[in-house]
Nanobody, 126 residues
């Protein structure tokens, strides 16, 4: 079965950290770039972070840059998003998604991905 499964969300206090994981199955993960997106209640989905197929290039939204790190392990078919110094405005459902092929700093931020996970909720209490 081809799917993405996110985990690691939960309730955390402002200033804390979370480690979000995205595990893939049923696809050749090494052929895909991965993006993390989030959607807060009443807001549109937005790009958070992304990584190319090899893990050599990473991309971050300005809102999380400097306090987040994305990494990819093709052997384990997993991408991890480490988020530190969390803020109340980071509260959202976080989704990972994959897209095949080469990405750029522009294309990785749009929503044209091949497969999406079901999301993991993150709540940051202030």
């Amino acid at each position: 079965q081809v799917q993405l499964v996110e985990s690691g969300g939960g309730l955390v206090q402002a200033g804390g950290s979370l480690r979000l994981s995205c595990e893939a199955s049923g696809l050749d993960f090494s052929q895909y770039a991965v993006g993390w997106f989030r959607q807060a209640p009443g807001k549109e989905r937005e790009f958070v972070a992304g990584i190319n197929w090899s893990g050599s290039d990473t991309y971050y939204a300005d809102s999380v840059k400097g306090r987040s790190t994305i990494s990819k392990n093709n052997a384990l078919k997993m991408v991890v998003l480490q988020m530190n110094t969390l803020k109340a405005e980071d509260t959202a459902v976080y989704y990972c998604a994959v897209r095949r092929g080469i990405v750029t700093a522009t294309t990785i931020t749009n929503s044209r991905y091949d497969l999406w996970g079901q999301g993991t909720p993150v709540t940051v209490s202030s």
